[in-house]
């Protein structure tokens, strides 16, 4: 089957920091561009970060940019996301999702883990 | 301010098609043809219902179906259920400085 499954969600004080991992299986895992989504409460999806199979391409929404890391290993079948300097409004639930091999769907998606941010 | 401009909300009663739009605001996203299309019950992950503005996945009912006139894409659910009830969002790929993005959401409520 195929699946993603994020962990490292948790409370976290404004300035600190989270890693989140997102773990992979049923799929050949390199092959496959990787995103982390997010959904503040009573808000919309919102685009985080992208990363390419190879891991040559990294992709960030300006929200996120110069605070948050993507990164991926691909002998782990793991995406991770390094969240640093971290604010109220980054309070959400963070979802792993795979980009389809054409057309930038993103067809499989983990069942998220939630981010606070609050002291 | 998103790139993809929905309306908050459409309704209908069941049996009834309904139809959900997604004006392209900026000309970064509106040159591709990568629209894609979600639907999102709370608590639950997305499901992605349309990608290619028209290309559906395989397991994704024939009741929704994408198009595109101009910069607007449209997503029209056919013989609405009372399961169909639940946010719907457009997204699309945008260059890559941007890479990806999400019009605002709508919440669509059978009547």
């Known amino acids: 089957e195929v699946q993603l499954l994020e962990s490292g969600g948790g409370l976290e004080q404004p300035g600190g920091s989270l890693r989140l991992s997102c773990s992979g299986s049923?799929?050949?895992?390199?092959?496959?561009?990787l995103t982390w989504v997010r959904q503040a409460p009573g808000k919309g999806l919102e685009w985080v970060s992208g990363?390419?199979?190879?891991?040559?391409?990294?992709y960030y929404a300006d929200s996120v940019k110069g605070r948050f890391t993507i990164s991926r290993d691909n002998s782990k079948n793991t995406l991770n996301l390094q969240m640093n300097s971290l604010r109220a409004d980054d309070t959400a639930v963070y979802y792993c999702?795979?980009?389809?091999?054409?057309?930038?769907?993103?067809?499989?998606w983990g069942q998220g883990t939630t981010v606070t941010v609050s002291s | 301010q998103s790139a993809l401009a929905q309306p908050a909300s459409v309704s209908g009663s069941p049996g009834q098609s309904i139809t959900i739009s997604c004006t392209v605001t900026?000309?970064?996203?509106?040159?591709?043809?990568?629209v894609s299309w979600y639907q999102h019950h709370p608590g639950k992950a997305p499901k992605l219902l349309i990608f290619?503005?028209?290309q559906r996945p395989s397991g994704v009912s024939n009741r929704f179906s994408g198009s595109k006139s101009g910069n607007t894409a449209s997503l029209t659910i056919s013989g609405l259920q009372a399961e169909d009830e639940a946010e719907y969002y457009c997204?699309?790929?945008?260059?890559?400085?941007?890479?990806?993005?999400f019009g605002g959401g709508t919440k669509v409520t059978v009547l």
């Open positions: 049923g799929f050949p895992f390199s092959s496959y561009v």
């Open positions: 997204s699309s790929y945008a260059g890559r400085s941007v890479f990806l993005t």
């Open positions: 999702a795979r980009l389809r091999l054409r057309g930038y769907g993103m067809d499989v």
């Open positions: 290619e503005v028209t």
């Open positions: 900026s000309s970064d996203v509106g040159i591709y043809n990568f």
């Open positions: 990363m390419t199979g190879s891991g040559d391409d990294k």
